[in-house]
């Protein structure tokens, strides 16, 4: 360890319900990471006085050259300002950037979650060696973020690559941001979960009937399980994800041409029970020369990807790189 | 009229069916325009043979600097290479820009017809003012193209914005380009007709079964003037059609976070019929940023767009401008 010696950079991936920080070298070595619930943390007076005392502990150790935050909502990457943050109703129209300046006396700056996932999978993980790509996260929203000429594309009002709010139909479940049938009213953690058990009173042959009885509640875990035991309903189950995930990537494929789609977030834990018929649905329903060109891939750092980005984003803008 | 003096350049507009010419000053005022059936020209080496006359004829009355295609296919705008013209099958794998220049002395460029039309709407139509705009071209075939941080798009390789093969649920009718349900297959023109065909006969109160009594067939514009007089078959068709289209341009909005979508093509001039429930749609289902930062507004150009974005590619590409 030599502390204090080499360059260090912190990445804040500041979520819905849990608090992440990670500290990485100049190579982007992790050399620190936690993870914790978001608790007291949701109020931002609580989190500054927080956040101040951990940047005071970690330099102790390490010479932290900038701070990147990851954050869950509308935020202006130029002016560091946050327009809000989803689920967090306490943070709106607050100047983070100048605010964090102020307090830490180290140069701040910030991001969409994604946005700084995007960013790490793009530089570092499995989106390498590519000019455009989609970012593709699936948890309990479904979110995407966008490298189009090997930079963050960021639209006219920094709000891109909501992939989750592809319509799939012209009617279905009413969601959240207000449309009809988004694909994730349709493959969101939770709404997963409550299709999963709309249909598995139907098949009581599913081992997955048992393990409801046992357990009372199942997880996308024992669905993913259940397959790999060769469970046909949990098989069939991974199969009609991969095609509602496949509608919308078709879309986006036959519109932008990517090169790669970098899938994660918990579903894609389910692995080859949800890319292999994924692959093969945009394979055959895309058009030939865009579905040709790309790849479709599992991310690399999965929850550590938002602290990755995060820290990646601080140094890259520390640096005026521009990405 | 100042002949030779001022510099002057031509734009081609190569279609499926139509060779359509224009030649442009300066300030990209229409100065000569010509349509004319494609016949023979489907034939390269004809083709080769008429333009070099063309060209000759032209350059008695205008100064020429450079000359513009927009060419219906897959075609390299860096290279100037044709891989391939849809539905002229002896077009493929042609150095066309080095072959034109060998013949016509002066400097050639070439790019899809889709891009040329885009490039004419944004710099000089009703594009203008913004730096994120689709350009969507409703015809036999419903095609797009894709400006995004003022620039063309071009993707991975060359082909994008294929808003015509965005597939508005999973199962339904097969698409030419190997897609299911595409919105091509339910609002290309001919498709269009078929529809109104399949369910005009249920309405024998609509003007248009009158129409269609007579004439024997209908049109597009039977069904716009229909719609005009009040009639709710063709209200009710339009605003079917605008659903349709708005399903698919929810999408792109929410992805691509876009500030205008130029339409353009035969169906646009159905007018208000399709805009006021298309914008309304929109409005309605997209995200609320998203949706509040996008115009739908009508293509300046109409069927001139081609030559006049053709005409202006040769001009910007000679001046080595970014495009």
Redesign the interface.
């Known amino acids: 360890m030599r502390p204090k010696v080499n360059k260090h950079y912190l990445g804040i991936d500041f979520g819905g319900t849990n608090f992440k920080f990670g500290v990485v070298d100049s190579e982007f070595n992790l050399k620190e990471f936690k993870i914790m619930s978001l608790g007291k943390l949701k109020d931002p007076r609580v989190s500054i006085v927080f956040i101040k005392d951990l940047v005071s502990d970690l330099s102790k150790k390490y010479k932290l050259m900038s701070i990147g935050f990851g954050l869950p909502g ?1 935020v202006d990457f130029e002016t560091g300002h946050i327009h809000y943050l989803v689920n967090l109703k306490n943070w709106r129209n607050i100047g983070w950037k100048k605010l964090m300046e102020q307090e830490l006396k180290i140069p701040v700056f910030l991001d969409n979650d994604v946005n700084a996932a995007t960013l790490a999978e793009y530089y570092l993980g499995s989106g390498r060696g ?3 790509m989609m970012m593709v996260a699936l948890g309990t929203g479904v979110g ?1 973020g ?1 490298i ?2 090997g930079k963050i ?11 989750g ?6 009617k279905g479940p009413k969601c959240n ?4 049938a988004c694909l994730e009213s349709y493959i969101g953690n939770q709404n997963l979960l409550n299709y999963a058990y709309r249909i598995l009173h139907k098949h009581p042959e599913s081992v997955l009937s048992a393990v409801k009885k046992k357990k009372l509640i199942i997880s996308l875990e024992d669905i993913t399980d259940a397959a790999k035991a060769g469970d046909k309903f949990a098989i069939d189950f991974w199969n009609d994800v991969a ?2 995930l496949g ?2 990537l ?3 494929v ?6 790669k789609i970098v899938i994660g977030g918990g579903v894609s834990a389910a692995g080859q029970f949800l890319f292999k018929p994924l692959r093969k649905f945009v394979r ?7 579905a040709k ?2 790849k479709i891939v599992k991310a690399k750092f999965q929850n550590k990807a938002g602290i990755i980005g995060s820290a990646l984003i601080a140094k890259y803008a520390l640096e005026k790189r521009s990405f």
């Not at 941001?177 to 009809?180: S, T, V």
């Not at 036959?254 to 090169?259: A, G, R, S, T, V």
């Not at 055959?284 to 865009?290: E, G, L, N």
């Open positions: 509308p590519c000019l455009n995407g966008l189009l000429g594309y960021r639209g006219a009002s920094n709000v891109t690559a909501e992939i709010h592809i319509p799939l139909s012209i941001c207000k449309g009809i095609e509602k509608q919308a078709v879309g986006v036959n519109i932008l041409n990517i090169e055959v329903r895309a058009m030939d020369i865009q060109n790309v």
